[in-house]
């Protein structure tokens, strides 16, 4: 088997692109129907003769009761719709498969990660959190991560977010936080949006909120592409071994293309142009054989340095800085297949964080508790009843016995009489394991304690951690969350809620609170008697709830800015060709071809949609017109010679918007020097040397030359640096 490098170095096996067939594909088969040369039938198998006319008293008169060919129609369809997530109800999912690089013996007894033979199917589900079903992929937002192994020892589900800590501390708070965060009550407004009043009340109330509200400000809450995103289990775990030593672990997951993102602007434009532009993304990708992967990474920490750290562990507001425990990637997860129905498979999948199998466990996070009880709560309501785990998509490929019964939609037909343990009806079966024979066991934590409704001391430092993270930007990134806080703030109608925000702010970095002040023209809010924390208990004494502040562990860390990410290929990235009639061939397929080799996915964008025919007369196919598709769209834009194609769009408004949108957005733009009267029409050529320099590249991101070979070199390698985000800053961009 070819043998590949991994990002640490470790080699690791390739997957194999062609075969995408799997323990859980197969398992899936004998639900997946296919009406290919089939008659049509009702539920009940009778073959139907006329589904256009419903049975009626004369070809003219009413509809008979006896119709059940229409009944049965009519009420299947409806009651197709259940309930959506309560929350990450917009979502989009793909099959593929998970392994271990190495055996993980030392750390854990968990079968997928000790055996580097085994292959696990996974399904992984990505989502938007505040959005309805229908709505737009490019929410300012933190994403879902939720991924399903199904091991051999049962399903292991690890439901995290692209974002590495949460708003809160305590599950209590979570509906007072979706409640806040979800269209306001009287009149449903706004639909996948935070910017609006409920929601900064509350986060402008709750401090322990300021280092997620950082993260969520930031470029991470607008992700290039579900592929391009990093996923976090969020929890401190446990991973336990065959000894049942015990190591606290928090899980990472690393894309191989990087972590990118997109400019707010363009994220707002796509919303209305395409709002299934993630889910197209990931459906494409897979669908072309371009798998996306990640590399599973862990952070470990044994448990006697539990109190090693400034902060806790047992706090999911808090991550743990990189450079303090470093990552170790251990396996990679390649998602090759696309769902075979939406609502079968994504819409009915049911994660559960407390899907753990023998090796994994938790701690007493206290977010992490209350989400033990929420997930199967949600699924009762969600999809009906307690045999939710028979739906095809969430049945393990591990043999599943006990004595739960019958129930709403049971599928299972059960031999034999005893339904109960012990029996002997039914020889003791099905029997129990113990530990030696691969039965979960709880790890035997030792706790010792009063029972008290408190929050620990230890979890009050709210602001070292969002400091850490907005020191850790670039200045691109920095001002992106500055540029987030005034927009969401300025959607905010009440004003002590704006101020209330402000002096939180400060307490980050007193650099924003001013940024954002001067954008609000207000002051930050100097004294004041209110305490910053208002999520306090009736009972507990003035000032125990305070935020207790710090100055952050470290100056920054690298980990958290996204300007030390993979910039060194452009697979998969989309690269616009604008070109019409009378281009010329050889100036765009020489730049398409090269593009293409490096795994870039081009498109030619033409005034009409079908053809255009080139100089030397031969009919280059035309992907999209210019009126179908727009530069949001594509990563980068080629403008190609040929007198009359320059010419035609010289004079087409669409195609100078379109470049001059790229460059807004901060994209690569390369010319053949053949259409430089092209670059000349748009805004920014002014900005461009004169045209008598030699240079290649005319300046940042932009590549413009008549010697194909090098214009497609330098081309290549500014796509890969993904956003040139200095262009920003004139900020006179009219596009
Ligand atoms: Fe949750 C869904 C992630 C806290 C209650 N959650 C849900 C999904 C993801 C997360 C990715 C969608 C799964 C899918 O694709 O079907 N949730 C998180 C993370 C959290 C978190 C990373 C904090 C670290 N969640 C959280 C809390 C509660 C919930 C504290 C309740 C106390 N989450 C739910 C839920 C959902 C859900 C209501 C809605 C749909 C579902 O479970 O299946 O139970």
């Given at each position: 088997m070819a043998k590949k490098q991994s990002a640490d170095g470790t080699p690791h096996p390739v997957t194999n692109p062609n075969?995408?067939?799997?323990?859980?594909?197969?398992?899936?088969?004998?639900?997946?129907?296919?009406?290919?040369?089939?008659?049509?039938?009702?539920?009940?198998?009778?073959?139907?003769s006329d589904d256009q006319n419903s049975l009626k008293a004369g070809d003219r008169g009413p509809s008979l009761l006896e119709d059940f060919i229409l009944r049965e129609k009519i009420t299947h369809f409806d009651h197709e719709r259940i309930p959506e997530r309560v929350v990450h109800a917009r979502g989009s999912a793909a099959h593929g498969v998970f392994k271990v690089y190495q055996s993980q013996a030392a750390l854990t007894k968990a079968g997928f990660l000790t055996n580097p033979d085994i292959e696990t199917p996974v399904f992984v589900r990505f989502s938007t959190v505040a959005g309805s079903r229908g709505s737009s992929d490019l929410a300012r937002d933190a994403r879902g991560f939720a991924v399903k192994f199904y091991t051999q020892e049962g399903n292991f589900d690890l439901v995290g977010n692209n974002i590495p800590v949460f708003f809160i501390q305590d599950a209590i708070k979570f509906p007072d936080l979706i409640h806040a965060v979800k269209p306001e009550p009287d009149n449903e407004m706004p639909q996948a949006a935070s910017a609006h009043d409920t929601f900064w009340d509350f986060i402008s109330l709750l401090p322990e909120s300021a280092h997620m509200i950082t993260w969520v400000m930031s470029d991470r809450a607008i992700p290039r592409s579900y592929r391009m995103m990093e996923g976090f289990g969020v929890h401190t775990f446990r991973l336990v071994n065959a000894e049942g030593v015990s190591h606290f672990v928090k899980f990472h997951w690393k894309p191989l293309l990087g972590v990118h993102s997109i400019a707010w602007d363009e994220a707002q434009i796509i919303s209305g142009k395409d709002p299934d532009f993630h889910r197209r993304d990931l459906w494409n990708a897979i669908e072309s054989g371009s798998y996306p992967e990640w590399e599973l990474g862990i952070q470990v920490v044994p448990e006697a340095d539990e109190h090693k750290f400034d902060f806790d562990l047992l706090d999911p507001t808090k991550l743990i800085p990189e450079e303090l425990v470093p990552v170790q990637r251990i396996g990679k997860m390649t998602l090759n297949r696309n769902p075979d129905n939406f609502f079968a498979e994504t819409e009915q999948v049911a994660f559960h964080i407390g899907h753990i199998v023998p090796g994994i466990d938790f701690t007493n996070d206290p977010l992490l508790q209350g989400r033990l009880f929420s997930y199967t709560d949600t699924q009762l309501l969600r999809l009906g009843g307690p045999n939710f785990h028979e739906i095809p998509i969430n049945r393990p490929i591990a043999p599943a016995h006990n004595n739960q019964r019958d129930g709403h939609m049971r599928q299972e037909i059960n031999r034999g009489?005893?339904?109960?343990?012990?029996?002997?009806?039914?020889?003791?079966?099905?029997?129990?394991s113990g530990k030696m024979q691969g039965g979960f066991t709880s790890y035997p934590e030792r706790i010792d304690a009063h029972k008290v409704r408190e929050r620990s001391p230890s979890f009050l430092d709210h602001f070292s951690q969002a400091t850490l993270f907005y020191n850790s930007q670039s200045e691109p990134e920095k001002n992106h969350i500055?540029?987030?806080?005034?927009?969401?703030?300025?959607?905010?109608?009440?004003?002590?809620?704006?101020?209330?925000?402000?002096?939180?702010?400060?307490?980050v970095d007193s650099g924003l609170a001013t940024h954002v002040a001067y954008a609000l023209r207000l002051h930050i809010p100097k004294q004041s008697n209110e305490p910053l924390n208002q999520a306090v208990p009736a009972d507990a004494a003035p000032g125990s709830y305070e935020p207790v502040v710090k100055a952050p562990s470290q100056a920054t860390s690298a980990a958290l800015s996204m300007a030390h990410t993979v910039k060194d290929n452009i697979r998969t990235r989309q690269v616009a060709i604008l070109a019409a009639d009378g281009v010329d061939a050889t100036s765009l397929l020489t730049i398409k071809d090269a593009l293409t080799a490096q795994g870039a996915v081009v498109e030619v964008i033409a005034p009409r949609q079908g053809y255009i025919i080139a100089t030397d007369d031969q009919q280059i196919p035309v992907d999209k017109s210019l009126l179908t598709t727009a530069s949001v769209f594509y990563d980068a834009v080629y403008v190609p010679a040929g007198t009359n194609s320059v010419a035609t769009l010289e004079a087409e408004a669409d195609a100078i918007h379109f470049l001059n949108e790229a460059f807004k957005h901060c994209k690569a733009i390369a010319a053949d020097k053949g259409a430089l009267q092209v670059i000349e029409a748009t805004y920014?050529?002014?900005?461009?040397?004169p045209d008598n320099s030699d240079e290649t590249v005319k300046s940042q991101g932009i590549v413009i030359s008549d010697?194909?070979?090098?214009?497609?070199?330098?081309?290549?390698?500014?796509?890969?640096?993904?956003?040139?985000?200095?262009?920003?800053?004139p900020r006179k961009i009219p596009a």
């Open positions: 075969n995408t067939e799997n323990a859980k594909t197969k398992d899936l088969q004998s639900n997946t129907s296919d009406a290919t040369d089939q008659p049509m039938t009702t539920n009940h198998g009778v073959k139907i009489k005893a339904s109960y343990h012990p029996n002997s009806l039914g020889g003791g079966c099905p029997f129990q500055i540029d987030a806080f005034s927009f969401e703030l300025g959607k905010v109608q009440s004003v002590p809620i704006r101020e209330r925000m402000l002096r939180i702010l400060a307490k920014f050529s002014r900005k461009l040397p010697n194909l070979k090098k214009l497609a070199t330098q081309f290549i390698a500014a796509i890969a640096q993904h956003r040139f985000w200095e262009r920003e800053k």
